[in-house]
């Protein structure tokens, strides 16, 4: 199993940017797909993005596609998601998570993805 930790969420203006980061504690890093979820409070958990294990292909949900990128350490056993030019829109508590497969890496769907973090508030401002 892996443990998984966000950081780096916070009150931003729109327009402006916040690079995210989940730290994982895992052997073989490597062999975890990790991903991006999202969530308001009332609604379901939205995928944002996710990254294979080794780090050589991305998925990104299209409302975020040309302003957010999922990247991956595997030496710092961590995953970053930079997100750029926020949006009101993008207000929601973010989590990180991991699942121990290299074919389901693109799954969308959060029942797919067995390991979660707390989660780290970023919240944009008009």
């Known amino acids: 199993q892996v443990q998984l930790v966000e950081s780096g969420g916070g009150l931003v203006q729109a327009g402006g940017s916040l690079r995210l980061s989940c730290a994982g504690s895992?052997?073989?890093?490597?062999?975890?797909?990790l991903s991006w979820f999202r969530q308001v409070p009332g609604k379901e958990r939205e995928f944002v993005a996710a990254?294979?294990?080794?780090?050589?292909?991305?998925s990104i949900a299209d409302s975020v596609k040309d302003r957010f990128t999922i990247s991956r350490d595997n030496a710092k056993n961590t995953v970053n998601l930079q997100m750029n030019s926020l949006k009101p829109e993008d207000t929601a508590l973010y989590y990180c998570?991991?699942?121990?497969?290299?074919?389901?890496?693109?799954?969308?769907?959060?029942?797919?993805?067995?390991?979660w973090g707390q989660g780290t508030q970023v919240t944009v401002s008009s």
């Open positions: 998570a991991a699942v121990y497969s290299a074919i389901q890496w693109r799954a969308r769907g959060p029942d797919s993805w067995d390991y």
């Open positions: 895992a052997r073989s890093f490597s062999n975890y797909a």
């Open positions: 990254i294979n294990g080794i780090g050589s292909a991305t």
